[in-house]
């Protein structure tokens, strides 16, 4: 995220992502919900990029939908809903 610098939005939330990961290392609710949205974001906005014509972003997006799909699993939920504070 950080090699599209002329594209802030995907800036922002590529920093943002970092600072979910700080959170999640941390086991705070708010960084895994803060990394839900963050992965939400930049799979929409790799879609739509994809949907635009631009394909070079298709390896970004296959990782970033795992990130989403892990983020969701039914045991990351259950981990976060005991552990994390």
Do not use: K
């Amino acid at each position: 995220g950080l090699l599209f610098l002329f594209y802030a939005p995907l800036l922002v939330v590529a920093l943002a992502l970092g600072v979910a990961g700080f959170g999640v290392a941390n086991e705070q609710r708010w960084g895994y919900w803060l990394g839900i949205v963050a992965t939400g974001l930049i799979v929409f906005l790799d879609l739509y990029e994809v949907a635009s014509g631009i394909y070079g972003v298709a390896i970004n997006l296959l990782f970033m939908v795992v990130l989403l799909a892990l983020f969701l699993h039914p045991q990351s939920r259950e981990y976060q809903r005991i552990w994390f504070h």
